[in-house]
């Protein structure tokens, strides 16, 4: 720690001090069963209204956020969120709407959710989509479920294995584990890319599905999908598409043109809503209309007379897989950035991110090889990343420094670091996104190049690094083993 260490609220307590007057109480007594009481009173702090406004300002200004630094975490996708999105959801008619309102009293809710899902199944050019998944990986869970209750509906009960390139998401086989289908990996090609010939080995008539993402998780598009896609139907089993990194094809091209039967959308990664963090988010899912009649319930659907309502009378499907019909507060999000970039601005937004990633790659491959791309002195364009890209950086990692001293020395410089480790052993996966300006692009372009070049002459920098933060760097093996869950 250092000495810019901020108190503890219980260390700056001073009573009676008191943010807070609460109304005397217009609710009737009632006695309380003894053993429910505090037998003394809580040690709550004692802190002046202004005291605790700048003390838990500061500890924001303190955070890591989007809203204050540039985050090329490759994977996850972390662009801005656009303030037209919290004014959405934050209009009084939606953000105090309650779960349990009768349909015919929230009609507009349900008519905005009808249009995203319509939005949606047209992004990803399929027929149905549910909007009941809360999180991306619930997304793919959801779709492994929708896919097993197709087979046995056909008499298929056997189809219970699914293939997974080694490039796809680490979520998949443990989704795949949950819906209790064994997964089996497929091989890369040294270029990034699925050997085909190793998936025509395994693909047979247990084979319910093949899980890719695409781009994948190594930034390259699959020229090759809809090849793959025939070798799939044709073993009577079905394409599905993580579709994680939907942000570099919004617009240029659609998942069920080129071959895929059932997809999710991360929301926080393409359309901009806040991450999800383990909760609070939303996966939903698109079908071909073959799957459809297995979505989960309710369906938000448009009556013939133009009302909206909630569809509970699909008897082939799955059942719930979430309370009412999705997170709407993060549903809302997604549809009002839709609305917002239409057609061509969706567009723009995966062209645009394909652009930075590629600039950042072509500026700092003299220095941070790419694996996966073009190799000495050959442009970009000889074999192009798409929104993200790897680098494996072996002379610096040769002279001693490691992956996770660059990461510490990139927070030094005010940028978060790029994903590190994954999916290969010291990698950089790194994504700028659309949202970055040229200017911060160039920055981070400098400290990267700083950082090599400390590297080479002053490696105990970057060792000791971060610096100039508040808490330095910490034991992260010794924190995941023994915890300290609350102040000494």
């Known amino acids: 720690m250092t000495s810019e260490t901020l108190p503890l609220l219980f260390e700056i307590s001073k009573p009676p001090a008191r943010a807070t007057h609460l109304p005397e109480s217009d609710v009737p007594h009632v006695a309380m069963d003894a053993n429910f009481a505090a037998s003394e009173p809580l040690p709550l702090p004692s802190v002046g209204y202004l005291d605790l406004i700048r003390h838990y300002t500061r500890l924001a200004q ?11 975490l490759g994977s996850c996708t972390m662009k801005a969120n656009p303030k037209v999105n919290e004014w959405a959801a934050g209009l009084s008619g939606f953000a105090n709407l309650h779960p349990h309102s009768d349909p015919a009293d929230c009609q507009g809710a ?6 995203l899902r319509i939005f949606l199944a047209e992004i990803a050019g399929l027929d149905e989509v549910s909007l009941q998944p809360c999180a991306g990986a619930h997304g793919e869970w959801t779709s492994l479920k929708v896919i097993r209750a197709y087979f046995a509906d056909h008499g298929q009960p056997q189809r219970r294995v699914v293939l997974a390139p080694d490039t796809a998401h680490g979520t998949n086989p443990a989704s795949c584990a ?56 044709d073993a009577g089993a079905f394409l599905y598409l993580d579709g994680a ?46 799957l459809a009649p297995y979505l989960p319930v309710p369906q938000v659907v448009k009556n013939a007379d133009g009302s909206y309502s ?35 601005g969706l567009r723009n937004v995966s062209e645009t ?20 791309g073009p190799k000495g002195d050959a442009p970009m364009a000889a074999d192009p990343c798409a929104h993200e890209f790897i680098t494996v950086p072996q002379e610096i990692i040769d002279a001693g420094v490691s992956i996770m001293d660059l990461a510490k020395g990139l927070i030094d410089r005010g940028f978060h670091p790029p994903t590190v480790h994954f999916p290969v052993a010291n990698c950089l996966m790194i994504e700028p ?53 609350k102040a000494k």
Do not use: W
């Open 310 to 344: 909630l569809d509970t009378n699909r008897p082939k499907a799955i059942g719930k897989v979430r309370s009412f019909v999705g997170q709407f507060g993060v549903l809302l999000r997604a549809y009002t950035y839709i609305r917002a970039c239409g057609p061509d």
């Open 110 to 115: 349900l008519e905005l959710l009808y249009h």
């Open 353 to 372: 991110a394909i652009l930075c990633a590629n600039y950042l790659a072509q500026k700092l491959k003299h220095v941070y090889p790419l694996p996966f």
């Open 245 to 290: 990194n939907m942000n570099a094809i919004l617009g240029i091209t659609r998942p069920g043109d080129f071959g895929a039967d059932i997809m999710h959308f991360n929301t926080h990664k393409t359309f901009s809503t806040p991450h999800g963090c383990g909760g609070p988010g939303a996966g939903p899912i698109a079908v071909r209309k073959e």
């Open 62 to 72: 303190r955070n890591f956020s989007v809203d204050g630094n540039f985050y090329p």
């Open 178 to 233: 949950m819906c209790g289908a064994n997964v089996v990996t497929i091989k890369s090609l040294p270029n990034g890319l699925t050997d085909l010939e190793d998936l025509k080995r395994h693909l047979n008539d247990q084979t319910a599905a093949v899980m890719v993402t695409n781009p994948n998780t190594v930034g390259k598009f699959d020229a090759h999908i809809a090849e793959m896609a025939k070798l799939i139907h």
């Open 433 to 485: 996104t659309e949202t970055e300006s040229l200017d911060t692009l160039e920055a981070f372009i400098a400290a990267m190049l700083e950082l090599a070049d400390l590297a080479k002459h002053d490696p105990q920098q970057l060792k000791d690094a971060p610096e100039r933060t508040p808490v330095r760097r910490l034991d992260e093996v010794l924190a995941a083993r023994k915890p300290i869950l």
